[in-house]
Protein backbone atom coordinates (compact mmCIF):
# COMPACT_ATOMS: atom_id res chain seq x y z
CA UNK A 1 0.00 0.00 0.00
CA UNK A 2 2.89 2.30 0.26
CA UNK A 3 2.33 3.16 -3.51
CA UNK A 4 -0.93 5.38 -2.33
CA UNK A 5 -2.13 7.90 -2.72
CA UNK A 6 -1.48 7.85 -6.43
CA UNK A 7 -2.25 10.73 -8.67
CA UNK A 8 -3.27 10.22 -11.93
CA UNK A 9 -4.63 12.54 -15.05
CA UNK A 10 -7.03 10.75 -17.83
CA UNK A 11 -6.95 12.79 -20.80
CA UNK A 12 -9.77 15.32 -21.02
CA UNK A 13 -10.82 14.51 -17.38
CA UNK A 14 -8.06 16.16 -15.49
CA UNK A 15 -6.55 14.65 -12.21
CA UNK A 16 -8.20 12.03 -9.57
CA UNK A 17 -6.59 10.49 -6.75
CA UNK A 18 -6.48 6.56 -5.88
CA UNK A 19 -5.79 5.61 -2.52
CA UNK A 20 -7.08 2.87 0.00
CA UNK A 21 -10.40 3.27 1.90
CA UNK A 22 -10.23 4.85 5.00
CA UNK A 23 -12.36 4.92 8.29
CA UNK A 24 -13.24 8.65 8.12
CA UNK A 25 -14.50 7.87 4.50
CA UNK A 26 -17.76 6.88 6.22
CA UNK A 27 -19.49 10.29 4.62
CA UNK A 28 -18.17 10.41 1.31
CA UNK A 29 -18.71 6.73 1.11
CA UNK A 30 -22.30 6.88 1.77
CA UNK A 31 -23.03 9.45 -0.33
CA UNK A 32 -21.04 7.64 -3.23
CA UNK A 33 -23.42 4.82 -2.34
CA UNK A 34 -26.77 5.87 -2.21
CA UNK A 35 -25.91 8.30 -5.93
CA UNK A 36 -25.81 4.55 -7.42
CA UNK A 37 -29.14 4.39 -9.30
CA UNK A 38 -31.18 1.36 -7.92
CA UNK A 39 -30.86 -0.68 -11.16
CA UNK A 40 -27.26 -0.63 -10.60
CA UNK A 41 -27.33 -1.30 -6.65
CA UNK A 42 -29.04 -4.24 -7.01
CA UNK A 43 -25.76 -5.50 -8.35
CA UNK A 44 -24.08 -4.87 -5.55
CA UNK A 45 -24.21 -8.03 -2.62
CA UNK A 46 -25.67 -5.70 0.11
CA UNK A 47 -27.85 -2.71 0.34
CA UNK A 48 -25.26 0.06 0.64
CA UNK A 49 -27.79 2.21 0.86
CA UNK A 50 -28.14 1.68 4.83
CA UNK A 51 -25.70 3.60 7.02
CA UNK A 52 -25.21 0.52 9.07
CA UNK A 53 -24.07 -1.66 5.88
CA UNK A 54 -21.46 0.66 4.89
CA UNK A 55 -20.05 1.53 8.66
CA UNK A 56 -19.78 -2.50 8.77
CA UNK A 57 -18.19 -2.57 5.09
CA UNK A 58 -16.01 -0.08 6.10
CA UNK A 59 -14.71 -1.37 9.26
CA UNK A 60 -14.43 -4.86 6.83
CA UNK A 61 -12.08 -3.21 4.40
CA UNK A 62 -9.26 -2.57 7.27
CA UNK A 63 -9.13 -6.70 7.15
CA UNK A 64 -5.97 -8.20 5.93
CA UNK A 65 -8.42 -10.36 3.61
CA UNK A 66 -9.55 -7.20 1.39
CA UNK A 67 -8.18 -4.56 -0.80
CA UNK A 68 -10.55 -1.38 -0.55
CA UNK A 69 -9.43 1.50 -3.13
CA UNK A 70 -11.36 4.46 -3.99
CA UNK A 71 -10.86 7.19 -6.70
CA UNK A 72 -11.41 10.81 -5.65
CA UNK A 73 -12.29 13.62 -7.67
CA UNK A 74 -12.07 17.14 -5.72
CA UNK A 75 -12.56 15.22 -2.58
CA UNK A 76 -15.47 13.21 -3.78
CA UNK A 77 -15.25 9.72 -4.17
CA UNK A 78 -15.93 8.77 -7.72
CA UNK A 79 -15.52 5.33 -7.82
CA UNK A 80 -14.73 2.10 -5.35
CA UNK A 81 -13.03 -1.15 -6.28
CA UNK A 82 -11.75 -4.59 -3.89
CA UNK A 83 -10.17 -7.56 -4.14
CA UNK A 84 -11.45 -9.53 -1.36
CA UNK A 85 -10.42 -13.07 -0.57
CA UNK A 86 -10.77 -16.03 2.47
CA UNK A 87 -7.49 -15.87 4.56
CA UNK A 88 -8.81 -20.18 5.17
CA UNK A 89 -9.64 -22.78 3.33
CA UNK A 90 -9.91 -24.29 -0.17
CA UNK A 91 -10.08 -20.90 -2.32
CA UNK A 92 -7.24 -19.14 -0.06
CA UNK A 93 -5.33 -18.31 -3.09
CA UNK A 94 -8.64 -16.68 -5.25
CA UNK A 95 -9.64 -12.77 -4.92
CA UNK A 96 -12.70 -11.29 -6.40
CA UNK A 97 -12.73 -8.13 -7.42
CA UNK A 98 -15.68 -5.85 -7.58
CA UNK A 99 -15.57 -2.30 -9.25
CA UNK A 100 -18.26 -0.04 -8.70
CA UNK A 101 -17.63 3.63 -10.69
CA UNK A 102 -20.35 6.64 -10.14
CA UNK A 103 -22.65 6.67 -12.79
CA UNK A 104 -21.73 9.86 -14.26
CA UNK A 105 -18.12 8.96 -14.47
CA UNK A 106 -19.10 5.70 -16.22
CA UNK A 107 -17.50 5.26 -19.47
CA UNK A 108 -14.20 7.28 -19.27
CA UNK A 109 -11.56 4.60 -18.47
CA UNK A 110 -11.83 4.91 -14.31
CA UNK A 111 -13.18 1.39 -14.01
CA UNK A 112 -9.99 0.18 -16.28
CA UNK A 113 -7.86 2.32 -13.92
CA UNK A 114 -9.05 1.07 -10.88
CA UNK A 115 -9.57 -2.80 -12.14
CA UNK A 116 -5.50 -2.46 -12.95
CA UNK A 117 -4.58 -1.05 -9.50
CA UNK A 118 -6.38 -3.48 -8.07
CA UNK A 119 -4.65 -5.91 -10.04
CA UNK A 120 -1.30 -4.91 -8.76
CA UNK A 121 -2.64 -5.24 -5.37
CA UNK A 122 -3.37 -8.74 -5.99
CA UNK A 123 -0.17 -9.75 -7.29
CA UNK A 124 1.65 -7.97 -4.04
CA UNK A 125 -0.90 -10.48 -1.82
CA UNK A 126 0.25 -13.65 -4.03
CA UNK A 127 -3.37 -14.22 -4.89
CA UNK A 128 -2.85 -16.62 -7.51
CA UNK A 129 -6.27 -16.52 -9.65
CA UNK A 130 -8.61 -13.06 -9.71
CA UNK A 131 -12.06 -13.54 -10.54
CA UNK A 132 -15.21 -11.02 -11.58
CA UNK A 133 -18.50 -11.80 -11.97
CA UNK A 134 -20.87 -9.84 -13.65
CA UNK A 135 -24.23 -9.94 -15.88
CA UNK A 136 -23.84 -11.20 -19.05
CA UNK A 137 -25.35 -8.24 -20.62
CA UNK A 138 -22.57 -5.93 -18.93
CA UNK A 139 -20.55 -5.63 -22.28
CA UNK A 140 -18.56 -2.15 -20.96
CA UNK A 141 -16.96 -4.32 -17.96
CA UNK A 142 -16.64 -7.23 -20.01
CA UNK A 143 -14.51 -5.59 -22.53
CA UNK A 144 -12.27 -3.67 -19.60
CA UNK A 145 -11.48 -7.26 -18.21
CA UNK A 146 -10.85 -8.48 -21.41
CA UNK A 147 -7.99 -5.71 -21.69
CA UNK A 148 -6.87 -6.66 -19.03
CA UNK A 149 -6.10 -10.12 -20.01
CA UNK A 150 -9.08 -11.94 -17.97
CA UNK A 151 -10.87 -14.81 -20.33
CA UNK A 152 -14.66 -15.93 -19.72
CA UNK A 153 -14.86 -18.59 -17.40
CA UNK A 154 -18.26 -20.07 -17.01
CA UNK A 155 -21.38 -18.66 -17.57
CA UNK A 156 -24.42 -19.17 -14.87
CA UNK A 157 -27.85 -19.79 -15.99
CA UNK A 158 -30.21 -17.36 -14.47
CA UNK A 159 -28.11 -16.42 -11.20
CA UNK A 160 -29.17 -13.16 -11.56
CA UNK A 161 -32.18 -12.02 -10.40
CA UNK A 162 -32.78 -7.87 -11.38
CA UNK A 163 -35.01 -5.03 -9.34
CA UNK A 164 -38.31 -6.20 -11.55
CA UNK A 165 -37.62 -10.08 -11.05
CA UNK A 166 -36.39 -10.64 -14.23
CA UNK A 167 -33.43 -13.46 -14.29
CA UNK A 168 -29.90 -12.88 -16.20
CA UNK A 169 -27.20 -15.01 -17.21
CA UNK A 170 -24.38 -14.77 -14.64
CA UNK A 171 -20.67 -14.39 -16.05
CA UNK A 172 -17.75 -15.34 -14.39
CA UNK A 173 -14.30 -13.91 -15.74
CA UNK A 174 -11.07 -14.49 -14.38
CA UNK A 175 -7.35 -14.54 -14.69
CA UNK A 176 -4.51 -16.51 -13.24
CA UNK A 177 -1.15 -14.51 -12.16
CA UNK B 1 -40.97 -28.55 10.33
CA UNK B 2 -43.13 -31.58 12.14
CA UNK B 3 -41.00 -34.01 10.26
CA UNK B 4 -37.61 -33.29 12.49
CA UNK B 5 -35.86 -34.95 14.35
CA UNK B 6 -36.32 -38.10 13.04
CA UNK B 7 -34.24 -41.10 12.37
CA UNK B 8 -32.57 -42.15 9.22
CA UNK B 9 -31.53 -45.92 8.80
CA UNK B 10 -28.07 -45.97 6.44
CA UNK B 11 -27.07 -48.65 4.39
CA UNK B 12 -25.22 -50.57 7.35
CA UNK B 13 -27.90 -50.45 9.62
CA UNK B 14 -26.30 -47.58 11.04
CA UNK B 15 -29.38 -45.12 12.44
CA UNK B 16 -28.79 -41.81 12.69
CA UNK B 17 -30.58 -39.09 14.20
CA UNK B 18 -31.02 -36.12 11.56
CA UNK B 19 -32.67 -32.55 13.11
CA UNK B 20 -32.99 -28.91 12.23
CA UNK B 21 -30.57 -26.53 13.89
CA UNK B 22 -33.41 -23.90 15.56
CA UNK B 23 -30.00 -22.41 17.19
CA UNK B 24 -26.03 -22.94 17.37
CA UNK B 25 -24.79 -24.91 19.84
CA UNK B 26 -21.20 -23.53 19.65
CA UNK B 27 -19.63 -25.63 21.99
CA UNK B 28 -20.75 -28.94 19.98
CA UNK B 29 -19.64 -27.09 16.36
CA UNK B 30 -16.32 -26.67 17.92
CA UNK B 31 -15.81 -30.24 18.87
CA UNK B 32 -17.33 -31.49 15.83
CA UNK B 33 -14.82 -29.35 13.78
CA UNK B 34 -11.66 -29.60 15.90
CA UNK B 35 -12.11 -33.03 15.81
CA UNK B 36 -11.22 -32.83 11.61
CA UNK B 37 -7.91 -33.38 10.50
CA UNK B 38 -6.82 -30.48 8.97
CA UNK B 39 -6.33 -31.67 5.30
CA UNK B 40 -10.80 -32.39 5.58
CA UNK B 41 -11.14 -28.52 7.37
CA UNK B 42 -9.62 -27.18 4.26
CA UNK B 43 -12.40 -27.71 2.29
CA UNK B 44 -14.74 -25.64 4.70
CA UNK B 45 -14.33 -21.98 3.99
CA UNK B 46 -13.49 -20.53 7.20
CA UNK B 47 -11.43 -21.17 9.68
CA UNK B 48 -14.48 -22.86 12.12
CA UNK B 49 -11.98 -23.19 14.99
CA UNK B 50 -11.87 -19.79 15.76
CA UNK B 51 -14.19 -18.46 18.38
CA UNK B 52 -15.18 -15.27 16.25
CA UNK B 53 -16.03 -17.29 13.00
CA UNK B 54 -18.15 -20.07 15.32
CA UNK B 55 -19.99 -16.63 17.03
CA UNK B 56 -20.47 -15.62 12.96
CA UNK B 57 -21.83 -19.00 12.15
CA UNK B 58 -24.41 -18.25 15.00
CA UNK B 59 -25.65 -15.14 14.13
CA UNK B 60 -26.17 -16.60 10.51
CA UNK B 61 -28.19 -19.25 11.90
CA UNK B 62 -30.33 -16.48 14.33
CA UNK B 63 -30.76 -14.26 11.44
CA UNK B 64 -31.83 -16.30 8.70
CA UNK B 65 -28.78 -16.49 6.59
CA UNK B 66 -27.84 -19.74 7.23
CA UNK B 67 -30.24 -22.91 7.54
CA UNK B 68 -28.75 -26.19 9.01
CA UNK B 69 -29.50 -29.80 9.67
CA UNK B 70 -26.81 -31.89 11.59
CA UNK B 71 -26.73 -35.71 11.95
CA UNK B 72 -25.87 -37.22 15.17
CA UNK B 73 -25.46 -40.46 17.14
CA UNK B 74 -25.54 -40.60 20.42
CA UNK B 75 -25.64 -37.31 20.66
CA UNK B 76 -22.77 -36.78 19.21
CA UNK B 77 -22.67 -34.31 15.82
CA UNK B 78 -21.31 -36.42 13.31
CA UNK B 79 -22.40 -34.67 9.86
CA UNK B 80 -23.88 -31.05 9.25
CA UNK B 81 -25.70 -29.42 5.83
CA UNK B 82 -25.46 -25.79 5.34
CA UNK B 83 -27.67 -24.00 3.11
CA UNK B 84 -26.17 -20.34 2.62
CA UNK B 85 -29.37 -17.97 2.15
CA UNK B 86 -28.62 -14.65 0.62
CA UNK B 87 -30.88 -12.09 2.13
CA UNK B 88 -30.41 -9.21 -0.47
CA UNK B 89 -28.44 -8.87 -3.62
CA UNK B 90 -28.78 -10.17 -7.35
CA UNK B 91 -28.39 -13.65 -6.34
CA UNK B 92 -30.92 -13.73 -3.53
CA UNK B 93 -32.86 -16.79 -5.60
CA UNK B 94 -30.07 -18.98 -4.82
CA UNK B 95 -29.18 -21.12 -2.11
CA UNK B 96 -25.93 -22.87 -1.94
CA UNK B 97 -25.20 -26.33 -0.09
CA UNK B 98 -22.89 -27.48 1.75
CA UNK B 99 -21.94 -30.94 3.38
CA UNK B 100 -19.65 -31.90 6.02
CA UNK B 101 -18.97 -35.35 7.70
CA UNK B 102 -17.05 -36.23 10.05
CA UNK B 103 -14.00 -38.59 8.76
CA UNK B 104 -14.82 -42.06 10.64
CA UNK B 105 -18.25 -41.47 9.53
CA UNK B 106 -17.70 -40.80 6.19
CA UNK B 107 -18.09 -43.82 3.35
CA UNK B 108 -21.83 -44.88 5.52
CA UNK B 109 -24.34 -42.57 3.58
CA UNK B 110 -24.23 -39.84 5.73
CA UNK B 111 -23.42 -37.16 3.50
CA UNK B 112 -26.13 -38.61 0.83
CA UNK B 113 -28.58 -38.58 3.16
CA UNK B 114 -28.01 -34.77 4.17
CA UNK B 115 -27.52 -33.73 0.70
CA UNK B 116 -30.57 -35.40 -0.37
CA UNK B 117 -32.15 -33.80 3.17
CA UNK B 118 -31.01 -30.04 2.27
CA UNK B 119 -31.68 -30.08 -1.02
CA UNK B 120 -35.69 -30.96 -0.87
CA UNK B 121 -35.53 -28.05 2.29
CA UNK B 122 -33.91 -25.71 -0.31
CA UNK B 123 -36.86 -26.33 -2.68
CA UNK B 124 -39.17 -25.78 0.33
CA UNK B 125 -37.53 -22.97 1.35
CA UNK B 126 -39.03 -21.77 -2.49
CA UNK B 127 -35.12 -21.05 -3.92
CA UNK B 128 -35.35 -21.01 -7.81
CA UNK B 129 -31.65 -22.47 -8.12
CA UNK B 130 -29.85 -24.43 -5.71
CA UNK B 131 -26.32 -24.07 -6.19
CA UNK B 132 -23.16 -26.81 -5.35
CA UNK B 133 -19.30 -26.80 -5.73
CA UNK B 134 -17.57 -29.91 -6.29
CA UNK B 135 -14.16 -30.76 -6.60
CA UNK B 136 -13.84 -32.21 -9.98
CA UNK B 137 -12.68 -35.45 -8.46
CA UNK B 138 -15.17 -36.11 -6.27
CA UNK B 139 -17.20 -38.10 -8.95
CA UNK B 140 -19.40 -39.59 -6.43
CA UNK B 141 -20.58 -37.13 -4.96
CA UNK B 142 -20.97 -35.25 -8.81
CA UNK B 143 -23.17 -38.64 -9.39
CA UNK B 144 -25.26 -38.45 -6.74
CA UNK B 145 -26.07 -34.64 -7.14
CA UNK B 146 -26.73 -35.67 -11.18
CA UNK B 147 -29.20 -38.45 -10.07
CA UNK B 148 -30.79 -35.96 -8.29
CA UNK B 149 -31.17 -33.46 -11.80
CA UNK B 150 -28.61 -31.31 -10.90
CA UNK B 151 -26.61 -30.45 -13.82
CA UNK B 152 -23.45 -28.97 -14.74
CA UNK B 153 -23.33 -25.44 -15.20
CA UNK B 154 -19.63 -25.45 -15.76
CA UNK B 155 -16.21 -25.98 -14.11
CA UNK B 156 -13.94 -23.11 -12.37
CA UNK B 157 -10.31 -23.83 -13.38
CA UNK B 158 -7.64 -24.20 -10.46
CA UNK B 159 -10.62 -22.71 -8.12
CA UNK B 160 -9.58 -25.10 -5.22
CA UNK B 161 -6.33 -25.73 -3.63
CA UNK B 162 -5.88 -28.58 -1.34
CA UNK B 163 -3.74 -28.71 2.09
CA UNK B 164 -0.76 -29.64 -0.09
CA UNK B 165 -1.17 -26.83 -2.53
CA UNK B 166 -2.40 -28.47 -4.97
CA UNK B 167 -4.55 -26.92 -7.19
CA UNK B 168 -8.07 -28.46 -8.31
CA UNK B 169 -11.39 -27.94 -10.78
CA UNK B 170 -14.09 -26.96 -8.94
CA UNK B 171 -17.72 -28.02 -10.72
CA UNK B 172 -20.53 -25.83 -10.54
CA UNK B 173 -23.52 -27.46 -10.38
CA UNK B 174 -27.36 -26.08 -10.14
CA UNK B 175 -30.60 -27.23 -9.61
CA UNK B 176 -33.24 -24.93 -11.33
CA UNK B 177 -36.11 -25.78 -9.29
CA UNK B 178 -38.80 -23.56 -11.56
CA UNK B 179 -37.91 -25.65 -14.35
CA UNK B 180 -38.81 -28.93 -12.53
CA UNK B 181 -42.28 -27.22 -11.58
CA UNK B 182 -42.42 -26.57 -14.91
CA UNK B 183 -41.07 -30.07 -16.58
CA UNK B 184 -43.83 -31.83 -14.04
CA UNK B 185 -46.73 -29.72 -14.63
CA UNK B 186 -46.45 -30.52 -18.61
CA UNK B 187 -46.23 -33.88 -17.92
CA UNK B 188 -49.30 -33.75 -16.07
CA UNK B 189 -50.66 -32.17 -18.59
CA UNK B 190 -49.51 -34.33 -20.85
CA UNK B 191 -51.08 -37.19 -18.48
CA UNK B 192 -53.78 -36.04 -18.57
CA UNK B 193 -54.67 -35.72 -22.30
CA UNK B 194 -53.28 -39.63 -22.75
CA UNK B 195 -55.73 -40.42 -20.22
CA UNK B 196 -59.03 -38.69 -22.04
Keep these: MARYPKSVRLRDE ?4 IRPLRLDDFNAFLMFSRDIPPEDRLFLRRDVSDPEVVQKMIAESQSESEIWLVTLKDQRIVAQGSIQRSL ?20 RGLGSLLARELFICAIGLKIEKVMAKMAIEQLPSIKCLEKLGFQK ?15 HDMLIM ?4 | MSEYPKTVTLKDGLKVLMDVKRQENIEQSRIFFTSMPPEDRLYLRRDVTSQKVLEERARELADGRAFRLATYVNDEMIGEANL ?15 VVVARQHQGKGVGK ?4 EIFSNAVRLKYTIVEANVIEEDTKVLDLLERIGFHREGVLRNQAMDFYGKKHNIVVMSFNVDDMWKDLSEYYHSFEIYKT
Excluded at chain 1, 174 to 177: A, D, L, R
Excluded at chain 2, 113 to 116: D, G, T, Y
Design chain 2, 84 to 98: DRPLYGWTRHVAEMR
Design chain 2, 113 to 116: ALIR
Design chain 1, 14 to 17: GVFS
Design chain 1, 153 to 167: EVVLHNYIKDLNGLY
Design chain 1, 88 to 107: HGWMRHVGEMRLVVARDFQR
Design chain 1, 174 to 177: SQEI
